[in-house]
Each structure stands twice: as structure tokens, then as C-alpha cells.
């Protein structure tokens, strides 16, 4: 079954320093989502990308974080100037159609020391 | 109003038990209630969903149960298995544009042998 690449695995990057979390979706999928879980909370919503421009961003998705869809097969999500409470888990997602599942990797662990 | 309440935050169950998650939630513009499963290390992988038109679906030993007029819906697992000892997240989208996800603060089930 197809699945939503995500690397690295874990991340360690100092405070201060610019980190891009990269991201596989499965090929035909047209609609790219990021998602972070801090350590035991809930999954929060980052952002939505299609037709490769943003779509909708929470109030987590400020000037520090972008999006880029470099290639057609690649999604990143890059910080520029990585912060403590960045460290969580991020979640690469996609779906096929607007009303389809929604798939997601497993995660890049993001350590902000 | 953005938010999905869920509870309870852990539960144990004994194999063979029923195992109910409840989640509620304020905006009835909401129109589309998954459930996901995740695994420690793993992302959310989606388990069953629902749509306001119906009051119960059922997959297996799988059951949504959705009252639309108290805002709830709840997920039933039957015949509980240590295998199924993981996080579950209710969620919730407004299908038809950026079908973003609010997540539920999760629940993390232990079934015991």
C-alpha cells in the first residue's frame, strides 16, 4: 500500500538554527498538509498546500515556517529560526481528493536544544 | 468553537471488554467525524469516519455512534484486544475546502490480557 515518506526520522538542531523536515506524499495525491503533536498533546493542524500555493495556515504557522513543494514528489516544511517549544512531532499528510482520507507519515521527532 | 472535547484521557479494558471513547464538539458547521489510531512512533492512521447523515456506522468491531442534536459521538470497540491498545483521536473537518482537521486531545487505551 502507498504510503507518506517522511525523513529524517529525528532531528536535532540548536536553538536559533534553520531546519527543513522533508516529506514524500503519495504520488498521486494532490492536496499536502503539515501537522505537529507536542509530547503527549493533541495532533494541531500547521498548514494546507494544493495547486502549490498555501491554502490555509493556523496561527502556529508564522513568518518562521514556509512551505515548498520543490519538485513533484517532494513537500517541506522548513524553519528558519528554530525556537524550544518548536520541538514536537511533525506529520507530513495527504489526500487524494478534498473529500478523501487523509494519510500520514510517521513523523519527524524535531529536538530543539 | 473550534475545539473537540474528548474523553476519558486514558482507559483500561480487559480483553473481551467494550472499550467507549466520547468526544463533543461546538461547531455544527463540522461535517465530517473520523476517528484515528496511532501507535507509539507512528503517525495517526485513520480508523473510521462519519458523516451527520447517519446516526451509526459500523466496521467490524468498529462502531461510530453520532447524535448531531447533543454535539457527541462516540467510538465503541467490541471484544477489545491487546493489539488494540493505542492512542485514539476523535476529530472533526468542514469538508469541501482545506478539509483541515481538529483534532481531540486524545485517549490512550490499554486492553489487558
Known amino acids: 500500500e502507498p504510503e507518506v515518506t517522511q525523513t529524517p526520522s529525528h532531528q536535532v538542531t540548536q536553538m536559533g538554527q534553520e531546519v527543513i523536515l522533508r516529506c514524500v506524499p503519495i504520488?498521486?495525491?494532490?492536496?499536502f498538509y503539515w501537522y505537529r503533536q507536542i509530547l503527549g498533546q493533541k495532533v494541531e493542524f500547521l498548514v494546507s498546500f494544493y495547486n502549490n500555493e498555501i491554502s490555509e495556515k493556523s496561527e502556529i504557522f508564522d513568518d518562521q515556517f514556509s512551505v515548498e513543494r520543490p519538485d513533484g514528489s517532494n513537500f517541506t516544511l522548513k524553519i528558519r529560526s528554530t525556537k524550544l517549544e518548536d520541538s514536537a512531532m511533525y506529520f507530513c499528510a495527504s489526500r487524494g481528493q478534498i473529500n478523501s482520507p487523509l494519510h500520514f507519515g510517521n513523523g519527524t521527532r524535531l529536538t530543539v536544544t | 468553537q473550534q475545539q473537540v472535547k474528548q474523553s476519558p484521557q486514558s482507559l483500561i479494558v480487559q480483553k473481551g471488554g467494550i472499550s467507549i471513547i466520547n468526544c463533543a464538539y461546538e461547531n455544527t458547521a463540522f461535517d465530517y467525524f473520523p476517528w484515528y489510531q496511532q501507535f507509539p512512533g507512528k503517525g495517526p492512521a485513520l480508523l473510521i469516519a462519519?458523516?451527520?447523515?447517519?446516526s451509526e456506522k459500523k466496521e467490524g468491531r468498529f462502531t461510530i455512534s453520532f447524535n448531531k442534536s447533543a454535539k457527541q459521538f462516540s467510538l465503541h470497540i467490541m471484544d477489545s484486544q491487546p493489539g488494540d491498545s493505542a492512542t485514539y483521536f476523535c476529530a472533526a473537518s468542514i469538508q469541501g475546502n482545506t478539509d483541515k482537521l481538529i483534532f481531540g486531545t486524545g485517549t490512550r487505551l490499554q486492553v489487558f490480557p
Open positions: 504520488s498521486n495525491h494532490l492536496y
Open positions: 462519519i458523516r451527520p447523515d447517519v
